[in-house]
């Protein structure tokens, strides 16, 4: 079965300093992909990085980057330079390519940016 | 470009009655699904269909019915309405074989069942 952990419930940063956001995941699926999304107080759900199985490279766009290590199964999220816009909800989430719309998410860790 | 929609926003219902969440999107994605969210526990997966005329179960399908007549909409049915079913609703939708294949959501509906 999938399954997406996100063990920090809560994180803070200081202003203009780098976050790392820990995500660990497990399948039995070779071909997959692995997302980030942010979720401020607003409510709606913004994509922001995607990393495939099969990715050589870390993704990066922007500020955000992924530390993808496969063999430790996880998918770390680095932010720099934070800023007071990125206080928000992120989740973690794998998606199984060839059944559909089957994403499973991460619990989420809230991000406090402090100036 | 208005992407995908989700009505009604915000409803109260209360337990044993019946609604209906809309959702439609205009990027004529094949894929659409609906995830509940609880706190502390993330988005779950309810419903999703791979094209019209065929939906499949996902993790937390008891108390939910779905059907997709066309590419456009995805209607979310409570049958009866039970306390537990109080949550946010997301409707999403993605493009297979196209870019990342991440999920488009919609704003979200807020239901509380009394």
């Known amino acids: 079965a999938q399954k997406i952990t996100q063990t920090q419930p809560g994180m803070f940063v200081q202003e203009k300093e780098a976050v790392t956001l820990d995500c660990t995941y497990d399948?039995?699926?070779?071909?997959?992909?692995l997302f980030w999304y942010k979720q401020p107080s607003s409510g709606e759900m913004i994509f922001l990085i995607y990393?495939?199985?099969?990715?050589?490279q870390n993704a990066t766009e922007g500020r955000y980057s992924l530390n993808f290590q496969k063999a430790r199964k996880s998918a770390n999220l680095v932010i720099s330079a934070s800023q007071l816009g990125d206080s928000a909800m992120y989740f973690c989430?794998?998606?199984?390519?060839?059944?559909?719309?089957?994403?499973?998410f991460g619990t989420g860790t809230s991000l406090t940016v402090i100036p | 470009n208005a992407g995908v929609t989700q009505t009604p926003k915000f409803q109260v219902l209360k337990t044993g009655q019946s609604m209906t969440l809309q959702c439609a999107q205009d990027?004529?994605?094949?894929?659409m699904s609906w995830y509940r969210q609880d706190p502390g526990m993330g988005l779950r997966l309810i419903h999703y269909?791979?094209?019209?005329?065929?939906?499949d179960q996902g993790e937390v399908p008891n108390g939910y019915n779905v059907s997709r007549s066309t590419t456009e909409d995805f209607p979310l049915r409570l049958l009866s309405a039970a306390p537990s079913q109080t949550s946010v609703y997301f409707c999403?939708?993605?493009?297979?074989?196209?870019?990342?294949?991440?999920?488009?959501f919609g704003e979200g509906s807020r239901l509380t069942v009394l």
């Open positions: 399948t039995s699926d070779q071909s997959y992909g």
């Open positions: 269909s791979v094209g019209a005329g065929i939906t």
């Open positions: 990393q495939g199985s099969y990715d050589e």
């Open positions: 990027m004529n994605h094949e894929y």
């Open positions: 999403a939708s993605s493009l297979p074989g196209q870019g990342t294949g991440e999920l488009f």
């Open positions: 989430a794998m998606d199984r390519p060839y059944t559909g719309n089957q994403f499973y």
